[in-house]
């Protein structure tokens, strides 16, 4: 039996290898197709396994180290980059700066917004590895100051990459109010980047800095609604993980809730996936036993208390939660000796602890002295530079200044040579020019006696003219009169069309009102109810028939568009407030607000009030 299940999980994880295999080779074929031409095609290549198998990415990276010696500069600093994200994403820590620096200050003159974002991000990373958290979270905030987050090709992802490394360091540092703040941005940027799953890891992770501020009733709120995020994906397995998981456990104690607790702690043994066929937890999640230990201890069953206690003994990360369910565990049996053993156990373990925490402390200001220091010494290079700068701006300065009036004096110097001759030239011509203009007056008289007679001729010519065009005139005149009578008998047929169409879309607004579904939404509407998905369907086949010009305009914009503003364009059209769609669509107002918003701009051109989308939207038949 043992051997037939050990066949079936290796032929599992052989199909599983192959898909990875498969899945990798498509990537890189598909890479090969549409390689871009500024970079080799094994750089690409790696560029595009780093997202899906950063191992075989380092490993081809590491294979093309020589042949970047004698490459470009641009493939250089490429190629360094792509390394330092391989590295990064294959846990393989970075143990200096200075090419990086190189690859940021490269990037900075010659990359785009996103380049000189990930330039900055990976320095950061090789800070963190380093040990310099005060100099990482300033190269990540360098990283999010290069990020355009108004361009369509922002990446996104990498800028919640970013914060989620911010927020790491303020947690350490003990800084949950900029821990909130970092984590909120990973959500937000998570959404821009379409990435639901990273969105609620992102939120789950709001429990870290509600746990250093004490504040429970925030954590519970958190994983409550994490737990129902997770279950709208269709997630169940983490959706159980949160369900009962440990922040939960201890406050349902601490509130005396045991038989809630019970049926959460089941309920995650059972569904969670985290333990082994001997009903073991798996390697880091083995301090659920002392939050399970703790329930039993309060629920009176101490045995099994002390069988939860015991299984953290295996694991040292544990020690100190192990002594004091123990000494708890033993102050409740009333057994002296044991209660005396394990006070000061866990008397020392508390102590261990705060020396490491003491010891943490020390490295956090070492490193920040050491940030103020490069802080210092950056300054004092930037204002030598600035020095040799203005000395040599000075000098410039003098020099041009020298060279300005040399020139001053040797340009009015040849211009008043030139003036000089240009006197002399013109006294010398100018006798030469009054006798020719002379012999022209003469010959000019004589044009002017043949231009008078040419004159009456054409004065002639011109009163015939006139007189034509008198009789044409009366003829145009009698034209535009009947152009006119046209004109208004064309607006007559105009006019009688508009009264038609007005009536038309009347009768097609009344028998939308009166309509079995339209009435439906209004009563959802009064209620907060959410339709169902077959009342969705129903909604919108009644529309093809009712308002088909409507649905002809949604179909044409509908992949603009998710489904909550889809819907939400739908129930605008059926006279739906906005407050009423925030409740049938289990959102805030002021989503709803921002969602008419966009949908104005790109349905209509206008990003103009919400109430304008409203208007636009509902003239739509």
């Known amino acids: 039996m043992y051997s037939a299940h050990l066949i079936v999980s290796l032929h599992r994880k052989a199909r ?30 790696a560029d595009s396994l780093c997202a899906v198998n950063p191992d075989s990415a380092l490993s081809l990276l590491t294979q093309y180290k020589d042949s970047i010696q004698t490459a470009s500069k641009a493939h250089r600093m490429y190629y360094h980059l792509l390394l330092a994200d391989a590295m990064n994403k294959a846990y393989v820590d970075m143990t200096t700066d200075s090419i990086l620096k190189e690859v940021a200050d ?26 310099e958290a005060p100099m990482a979270l ?40 900029d821990e909130i703040i970092a984590n909120k941005n990973c959500q937000k940027y998570s959404l821009m980047a379409k990435d639901t799953l990273l969105y609620i890891r992102n939120y789950e992770l709001m429990v870290k800095p509600y746990f250093l501020l004490g504040d429970s009733s925030a954590m519970m709120k958190d994983l409550d609604h994490v737990y129902q995020l997770y279950l709208e994906r269709g997630d169940t397995l983490h959706a159980v993980r949160v369900y009962g998981s440990s922040v939960i456990i201890e406050n349902l104690i601490k509130q005396g809730n045991l038989e809630e607790a019970r049926k959460r702690i089941d309920n995650y043994k059972t569904k969670s996936g985290l333990y082994d066929n001997q009903g073991n937890l798996k390697g880091q999640y083995t301090g659920y036993y002392y939050y399970e230990g703790m329930y039993y201890l309060k629920a009176g069953q101490p045995d099994s208390a002390e069988h939860c206690f015991r299984k953290l003994t295996k694991d040292k990360n544990y020690h100190l939660e192990e002594c004091h369910g123990l000494m708890m565990l033993y ?25 490491s925490r003491r010891t943490e402390t020390v490295h956090q200001m070492t490193s920040m002295y050491n940030y103020q220091r490069y802080q210092q010494e950056a300054a004092m290079a930037k204002l030598n530079v600035a020095n040799q700068k203005l000395r040599y701006g000075s000098l410039l300065l003098l020099t041009f200044v020298i060279l ?56 002639r ?27 208004r008998l064309l607006g007559e047929e105009i006019s009688h069309y508009q009264r038609k169409n007005k009536f038309n879309r009347m009768m097609s607004e009344k028998q939308l009102q009166e309509w079995e579904y339209y009435k439906k939404i209004q009563v959802m509407a009064q209620t907060g109810t959410s339709p169902s998905p077959e009342e969705w369907h129903q909604l919108r086949a009644g529309i093809i028939d009712l308002l088909p010009g409507f649905h002809v305009f949604l179909s044409s914009h509908e992949h603009l568009m998710n489904l909550n503003e889809y819907n939400t364009c739908i129930l605008v059209r059926l006279h739906v407030k906005p407050t009423a769609i925030a409740n049938m669509l289990g959102v805030s107002g002021p989503y709803i607000s921002k969602i008419r918003v966009r949908l104005s701009e790109i349905l209509f051109d206008d990003p103009g009030k919400p109430g304008d989308f409203d208007k636009k939207i509902q003239s739509i038949y």
Request: proline fraction near 1%; hydrophobic fraction near 35%; glycine fraction near 2%.
């Open 16 to 45: 599983m290898m192959r898909k990875a295999m498969l899945l990798t080779l498509l990537s890189v074929l598909a890479l090969f197709a549409c390689t871009d031409r500024r970079y080799p095609t094994t750089l690409v290549a």
């Open 106 to 131: 490269y990037y900075d003159r010659h990359g785009s917004a996103n380049e000189q974002m990930r330039a900055h991000y990976l320095l950061g990373c090789a800070y963190r590895d380093m040990g």
């Open 138 to 177: 300033q190269c990540y905030q360098d990283a999010v100051d290069k990020a355009d987050t108004l361009s369509q090709d922002c990446n996104y992802r990498l800028l919640t990459s970013v914060y989620g490394q911010m927020a790491e360091i303020f947690h350490k540092q003990n800084l949950p109010e």
């Open 331 to 355: 102050q409740q049996r009333r057994t002296t000796d044991s209660i005396i053993k394990y006070v000061q156990e866990y008397s020392d373990a508390v102590d261990e602890q705060a020396n």
């Open 404 to 459: 300005l009036c040399a020139g001053f004096y040797l340009h009015k110097a040849q211009k008043q040579r030139k003036l000089l001759q240009k006197n002399y030239e013109e006294n010398t011509n100018q006798l030469a020019r009054t006798q020719t203009e002379l012999t022209l007056l003469r010959q000019h008289h004589a044009a002017l006696l043949e231009i008078a007679e040419s004159t009456e001729m054409e004065l």
């Open 461 to 487: 010519d011109t009163k015939e003219e006139i007189q034509e065009l008198q009789q044409q005139r009366e003829q145009y005149q009698a034209m535009i009169d009947e152009k006119k009578a046209q004109i």
